[in-house]
């Protein structure tokens, strides 16, 4: 063949689609594992000269008649914690994270997309990817980061720079948000808190009829699981905003149930 001749056509030539760069497979051992062993290594030589060089914040030995200010949780249920500030303890500590723990469970079986599996894919899992990692890193490692250096006295919130101060003050007028839209009623604020609790879960059904012929293959039953838990989350960060942002203690107010 001519030094000037080309071969034109070749698998080459043409760029290989995620799923034709799966057959590009290495061996767990020793590619993998070498790796994650060393990297195993790094963390622990890390770990062991951090907790050589800073000594445990311990405290001296627990006193039943003194009470520490702020008294915290461990933390790793911080975020727990944290979450009371915005919901009362039923669901803070018994709805949320039964919530969190059946919605985990429920990922393998509600999530029927193949584009991801085996291989790594941001540009074809972008939703998914980016919806786990809000919900790992901002409600929960966050609120844990939050309560752990933010929380002081009177469980107040101090920036990382402030001095803890024992005897601030916040003065506080909380409101609930049929109060704030001027319903005074009581079965009046009712119905206004179910009527905005209702809208917000309406949207599961609106967008599922406007774009049902994309969601054909996911299932009405997978897609309404999965839009409850995502509404759901949104909804921690809507209500979280609203009591920084405007006090707004309870959107429904019932004899038996607040939220």
Partial sequence: MAKEDKVIGTADDFPRTSWERVNDKVHVW???TRLEFMTAIIFTIILVVWSIMVDAPLEEPANPSVTPNPSKAPWYFLGLQEMLVYFDPWMAGVVLPTLIIVGLMAIPYIDVNPKGN????????RFAILTFLFGFLVLWVWLVIQGT???GPGWNFFMPWEKWDPHKIVALTNVDLPYLFGFRGYWAQA???IFCIVAWYATIPIWY??????????GFARYALKSFLFMTMMGLVAKM????????KYILV????NI
């Fill in 30 to 32: 020793p590619s993998l």
């Fill in 118 to 125: 085996g291989y790594y894919t941001f540009k074809d899992r």
């Fill in 149 to 151: 250096f933010m929380r």
């Fill in 191 to 193: 119905a206004f808190g």
């Fill in 209 to 218: 009829v406007w774009r049902r012929s994309t969601l054909v293959n996911v």
């Fill in 241 to 248: 905003l609203l009591r920084i942002g405007f006090n707004i």
């Fill in 254 to 257: 019932l004899p038996w149930l």
